[in-house]
């Protein structure tokens, strides 16, 4: 009986590390992907597509530019080659980009076919409530003015019945734009010329709060981005850590980067000393 | 003293030696000693043999007082000498390997006669029932093992603390009683007590003992991990004395068992055997729990004074379980005390709690009342930081923020957070007869998070009255559980038991993260809403039958139905009337299960059973049959085995936030996007047990099918004119394999006791949408070693628990780019490596704790000290990524270093 006990056990155990476990190590690429960056404006020619590699985690590089690569756009009937222009910029300044139309840019890169196709939305006009705007020069070791005094609301406006997305810069173009509160005159340039973007949302107008959000006196140029999707997806990208890293948004096949359409209205208003 | 009386007691002693001597005493007994003393006090004696005969006795002091010995013998073997020395005296002996002699006052002294009589069996081959108690506060003890004595014969107590035992030899046996926590207790069943059912009571270690029954050994051990196959037992009352964090708490606790998790701070949920936590059904008073964590999941959401046993079934559970694919966590409430009112409370540096019992009715009826409540102690805002400052971390690069695209930052808010969690356990049992008990459960838990502020308005002015706003923020964080059961119980008779179960079960979980703005323009006011409002409710109404029938002595049959409707509602929102997500799942799982538990000739235990579920949202049958065994080479080489089918239809979704801490909703299986999903067990293991020693071997292989993660990200759709930018979920289905070997080497007995517990695993999944290789699952540990120790010196104990674990995989950048934006500026992104293509560094940490327990008046009361990560490992939760000037910077996030708490306890009785 003990021998068959002992023989049991043996075999019971035998059975046991049949299952154990093997370890396999997982290979990890080293990053060498192309990254295209193209931004098709509607009416203007094809003048700024960007094809750089991605940076390897640890690489004391800096960018690594893809010169010399044969980049083709096609507008669904014609097929367009790209010139090289160096720092991996690749323009076609007799093609001009039409609204409406569909835009694929192509190059072969690490023995694979790089592409992305985008649409070029139509552009849409803008209204704004106010092209002159008064504004009391803040004094250094003054207050900001209060109640009767502040500045109203710019209201810029358009249609949006398609429900698409849109995105508005604000940019003083001045050259030597005169602070109004002299207290951030003395921050040193560190403000500089203001700029007050927006992020892409589906909205038909854009508020500015004069005596929150302007800084300079001077021409403030406004212009209103109608952008795809694609674009619009840059921006809801927020987690960078290793819990829920993931994939970056982007419509480049075998590629990362962004090729999209724009069409944009500009406006502009005055900050003037009241 | 008479001759019949003297005759008694030494028939008495004989019996005590020959089990003693029989099971444990086999050293000591060829041990020969001698003496010789004239009227010396018997302390005086034992002192002497002590150290002549480097023997050691155990025994209460009041006991020996007083009496005085006068004996001479030459060397005689030590039983014989102890009978001999004892013979006129009322004390009893027992002897403990290896040389520990424990003395006590024997019961029935001045009873010789009667006792005599009682010791003459009159019926053979009987069947014994009853039910156990804590004889302090007269609960009933669930799930004990009640063993008759000297052979292959026992049964485990129910879920009301009955047993039935068929087959005793006769009507004089002795029933062996093990219940964790509790001293082991020798029954002796006499021709009278038999006659009825019978009331057995056990007294908690620490508690007096008392002479109705006699005292083999104690239960010292911190976990039963014998009594089946993937079957752990914990008691509050034994797990009181492990270091914890500043609370005493079960799920932490079951996390330092071999083949659970231990490196999981973030979470109290349990990762079993490479499962993942939804994967496992928790059963409180047999309601399902579907959300087991308080404070970002440090804590767990159970109130251990509310709880009195903890079953735990790593693997291959029974046919009466169903709808999870990993373990399952029955939780019984305390009754309340039946005997006499009691209250208690304590304190840590973390919450305050305290409970009420009391019987009614003359003792048929009983409650409980416990609750507690965090406090916003600065222990409390530590644990609380650590899970929400995201920007202030020791970072191997910078100490900044990560930077998102746009040039964005996580802004944390400069306000003071009001934060809390608190529960409430209440429970009610009325014995409306000696067949019947009504029970009625109750639980409620919430943890809240409040961070919202109010923007000053009137951000125009008052000029223009025309055109002004109002700012709101909102940030809110609110989840909770609800959960009541009504419960009947009835032993029809000895054969024949039944339960019936209604309960409710809620979780709820919102988050609302917003800024309403309301704008004022020419006299009407609209409101735009920015931000997220995320909902989750979860209904579970249920009821089930569960039966148990005795059909001969070796063969118990199980079988019962339960009824589950669930009704699971999930939205999300962002900016204003954008409706995310908008889910309503409803079905019903309605299950009948049986099974069948036979013995053969005491040696061979099989278990078979089959549990079929209807799933009326895509209306199929689903089966799945279970099966396992456990044979008995020898009285100390158990060999085991089980197998079981397994199917679960909700499934916890998990959406990780490092800022605001993980989001999670639950969600009904559709068998489209998200599929049923499946796992296959097979268990197989060897235990080698002694008195005082358990090693415990299990292999395990789990295949699992169905499996889903979960990711929502904005994913433009359409092309042209129409496309748009949706905000999709996706899941992503494959299957996974996780295997593992599990070892455990406890010491069960002794002023010393604890364990060592070695796991190897491996869990992989195959998911398409990953690649085509099999990559390692975020729950995936190689190597996991815990060493819990446990030392007990007179009133104070020691405890101490060390973990080493391997790190988890994670996945990483392996590079980044930058897209200059229309703006001018510049975003960055990361290009992702392969999925869990990386490890984290090993974890490891100790834990040390020291408990002092002392009575203040008659009350009971315990003052602690507990010390969390000693040497402070940075043990890393995860790592974030940014760009700075150009290089890819990564910081590795840590939870809590080196943190001592204090705790004090009180209780009436």
Known sequence: ?274 | MSYQHTTSCTVMMLLLLCYSIGLYGQNLADKKVKFSYTDRALDLVLFDLEINEQLKFEYNKEDIDDIRITKSIPRLPLQEALITLLQETDLSFEIKPPKTIVLYKNPDKGKATIASSQYVPQNYNITVSGVLKDKASGETLPYASVLVKDTGNGVNTNGDGYFTIPNVPSDTSLLEIHYLGYHTLLFRLTPDNVRQDLIIQMAVIGQQLQEVVIVAEKEEQLLKASTGVSKVGMTPAAIATLPSFGEKDIFRSLQLLPGISGSNESSSGLYVRGGTPDQNLILFDEFTVYHVDHLFGFFSAFNSNAIKDVQLYKGGFGAKYGGRLSSVVELTGKDGNSQKFNMGGGLSLLSINGFIESPFDDGKGSFLIAGRRSFQSQFYSNIFDDFTNIGSRNASGSDDGATPPGGRRFGQQQVEPSSYFYDLNAKATYRLNQKDILSFSFYNGQDKLDNSRNTDNSAFGNRNIAFGFDRKNTDLTKWGNWGSALKWSRRWNNQFYSNVNLSYSNYYSERDRSDETAITREDTTFTINNGSFEYNDLKDISLKMDNEWQLSSNNLLEFGLQSSYNDIAYQYQQNDTIEVLNRLDQGFTNSIYLQDRHTFSQKLILTGGIRSTHYSVNNQLYNEPRASLTYLLTNKIKLKGAWGKYYQFATRIVREDIQQGSRDFWLLADDESVPISSATHYITGVSYETPIYLFDLEVYLKELDGLSEYTTRFTPSGFGPNSTLNYEEFFYTGSGVAKGIELLLQKKTGRFTGWIGYTLGEVKYDFEAFGDKPFYANQDQTHELKVIGNYKLGKWTFGGSFIYASGRPYTAPIGYYEVDLLDGNTATFFEVSDKNAFRLPDYHRLDLSCTYDFRLGSSKANLGLSIYNLYGRNNVWYKEYEVVEGELLETDVSLLGFTPSLFFNWSLH
Request: proline share 3%.
């Open chain 1, 1 to 274: 009986m003990n021998h068959i006990n002992r023989y049991t056990i043996i075999l019971f155990l035998s059975l046991l590390f049949l299952a154990s476990c093997e370890q396999e190590s997982i290979s990890t690429t080293v990053s060498q992907t192309a990254v295209l960056t193209g931004y098709l404006h509607a009416g203007q020619s094809c003048d700024s597509i960007h094809i750089i590699q991605s940076i390897s985690y640890g690489d004391e590089d800096s960018i690594v530019s893809l010169d010399n690569l044969y980049v083709t756009i096609n507008d669904g009937s014609n097929t367009f080659e790209l010139t090289t222009e160096g720092e991996g910029y690749y323009q076609n300044t007799n093609l001009l980009i039409q609204s409406g139309e569909s835009y694929t840019i192509q190059f072969e890169h690490n023995d694979e076919m790089v592409s992305a196709t985008t649409f070029i939305p139509w552009k849409k006009d803008a209204t704004i409530s106010d092209t002159i705007i008064k504004m009391e020069k803040i004094e250094a070791g003054t207050f900001p003015p209060i109640g009767e005094n502040v500045a109203e609301a710019i209201e810029i406006s358009w249609d949006n019945s398609e429900g698409d997305y849109y995105y508005v810069v604000v940019h003083n173009i001045e050259n030597d734009p005169e602070y109004i509160n002299d207290f951030f005159a003395n921050q040193d340039g560190f403000f500089r010329n203001f700029r007050f973007t927006s992020e892409p949302q589906i909205s038909d107008y854009y508020n500015i709060d004069p005596n929150r959000e302007i800084r300079q006196f001077g021409t403030h140029r406004v212009i209103i981005f109608r952008v795809n999707p694609e674009y619009a997806a840059l921006y809801n990208v927020s987690e960078a850590s290793s819990l829920s890293i993931t994939e970056p948004p982007s419509n480049v096949i075998n590629g990362l980067g962004i090729l999209t359409g724009i069409a944009s209205d500009t406006l502009y208003f005055e900050v003037q000393k009241e």
